[in-house]
């Protein structure tokens, strides 16, 4: 689901899963154009520059990103992570979990509301540029995980099932410095349903 490799062994971007005007006013098409096209596209390009002569050429991203550190790792992780919050938003979102998702929210952290609470608050009070993911163990206990930069849960061997991106780039043309008002904004465009999905197929 993530970049996939193409015939030369290189990764090839995904397009954006929908129209770049497609989650206005939420999140504008200025912001998704500079986000996939050029911080998206820029980490992609950067990653295939990198991945030439090394031993993970020919392997797969999520190996790259358990294996590797500085700018390979960087590049590789910012090309995954991005990949999976494009999947993760939509312009008719499923507005809440439902499932063995709710049950696990609910187990995890009460209820819904209260999860959203936390990641909010982590994604806010985040210092500098990174993630907040929201993440399943192996037991299919929740938990929300603060990363810096490209920082993944992966390398934890945490089930990543939802991230917000804090980095100034996924906010700044629309919401200034107000990083709260940017990730109020984004839960009104995070599919469910994906989500969901993603907390089954373990
Ligand atoms: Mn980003």
Redesign the pocket.
């Known amino acids: 689901m993530h970049a996939e490799m193409s015939p030369e062994g290189r990764f090839e971007a995904r397009e954006l899963p929908y129209a770049y005007d497609a989650l206005a006013p939420y999140i504008s098409e200025e912001t998704l154009r500079f986000?996939h096209d050029k911080?998206?596209l820029g980490y992609v390009a950067k990653l295939n520059e990198l991945v030439l002569d090394t031993p993970f050429a020919q392997q797969p991203l999520e190996d790259m990103i358990l294996g590797s550190d500085g700018p390979l790792f960087n590049n590789a992780a910012?090309a995954w992570?991005?990949a999976f919050?494009f999947d993760t938003l939509s312009p008719r979102p499923q507005k809440a979990p439902g499932g063995a998702l709710a049950e696990a929210i609910d187990r995890s952290f009460g209820s819904v509301e209260k999860c959203r609470e936390e990641m909010t608050r982590a994604a806010v009070g985040l210092f500098g540029s990174g993630w907040v993911w929201l993440v399943a163990d192996g037991a299919g206990n929740l938990a929300v995980r603060s990363e810096q930069n490209a920082g993944t849960p992966l390398r934890q061997h945490l089930r990543p099932l939802l991230c917000i991106?804090v980095?100034e780039?996924?906010y700044y043309i629309d919401y200034r410095n107000r990083r709260a008002d940017a990730v109020a904004a984004f839960w009104n465009v995070v599919d469910w349903r994906v989500v969901g999905e993603r907390y089954d197929h373990k």
Do not use: F, G, P, R
Request: no cysteine; glycine share 0%.
């Open positions: 986000h911080h998206y910012q992570n991005h919050l991106d980095w780039h996924a």
